[in-house]
């Protein structure tokens, strides 16, 4: 049976009540930051069920020995974020992953083809087949830039299955592009939104979130 792209979006409140601080075009640079900073938390510690590899342990409690389980730590685990706007769900992100690697990945659209290209590459040369990847990216838009780091990470050993996606809001195009081309992956979003503008924005989604987060540009 041929696998479908699975999107999981999540039904907890405090990911809905960033969301909508995310959204607001009042919410000031700062506290768009916040916002994003608790959602790569919380998104990331949706992604990490049941794909944390763990191991059986025994610790000594103050009173006998106890079977445990820890998450196992000869099981490499990468955190690859898109750059700029993958940068604002890191610190979140890292905070459920502190032990991950980090890898950056920088990639730009032309505002007037909508086309990607790739300008930083951090990625190793191979990976251990076993690793785990958490692709951080806010939004999901056209789907070039994701497209862009699914390829790089496929070329260096990486299994699309052992790949999760966080991002906070998503569209059509790209989750139909992840899905015809890498089926095995996982997106874990904090909304679908209906579809793009003609400057390939999710609508109604939250404006340019790079430039929010940093305070650069018009929508900041």
Same mark, same amino acid.
């Given at each position: 049976m041929t696998p479908q792209?699975?999107?999981?979006?999540?039904p907890h409140p405090l990911i809905q009540h960033w969301l909508t601080v995310a959204r607001d075009r009042n919410t000031p640079t700062p506290l768009f930051r916040v916002a994003m900073t608790e959602l790569g938390r919380w998104l990331a510690y949706e992604a990490a069920r049941e794909w944390l590899p763990?191991? %059986?342990?025994?610790?000594?409690?103050?009173?006998?020995?106890?079977?445990? +389980?820890v998450v196992n730590p000869q099981v490499p685990i990468v955190v690859v974020p898109i750059l700029r706007a993958g940068l604002a769900l890191l610190d979140g992100a890292q905070g459920v992953l502190p032990t991950a690697k980090t890898y950056h990945l920088g990639i730009v659209r032309d505002e007037a083809t909508l086309e990607p290209s790739c300008y930083l590459n951090k990625?190793?040369? @191979?990976? $251990?087949?076993?690793?785990?990847?958490?692709? /951080?990216?806010?939004?999901?838009?056209?789907? !070039? /830039?994701? +497209?862009?780091? +699914?390829?790089?990470?496929? @070329?260096? !050993?990486?299994?699309?299955?052992? &790949?999760?996606?966080? /991002?906070?809001v998503t569209a059509p195009p790209a989750l139909q592009k992840l899905?015809?081309? #890498?089926?095995?992956? @996982?997106?874990?979003?904090?909304?679908? $939104? %209906?579809?793009?503008?003609? @400057? !390939?924005?999710? &609508?109604?989604?939250?404006? $340019?979130?790079?430039?929010?987060? #940093? !305070?650069?540009?018009? %929508?900041?």
């Open positions: 792209l699975r999107i999981y979006v999540p763990t191991a %059986e342990t025994v610790v000594e409690t103050p009173l006998a020995p106890c079977a445990a +389980m990625l190793p040369p @191979q990976f $251990d087949p076993q690793t785990r990847v958490l692709i /951080s990216e806010p939004m999901l838009a056209t789907g !070039g /830039s994701i +497209m862009i780091a +699914m390829q790089e990470l496929v @070329q260096r !050993g990486i299994d699309p299955a052992l &790949v999760r996606i966080i /991002s906070v899905g015809a081309h #890498f089926p095995a992956v @996982q997106v874990y979003a904090a909304t679908i $939104d %209906e579809k793009l503008n003609e @400057q !390939g924005f999710i &609508v109604p989604g939250l404006g $340019d979130a790079g430039d929010r987060a #940093f !305070g650069t540009g018009e %929508e900041a």
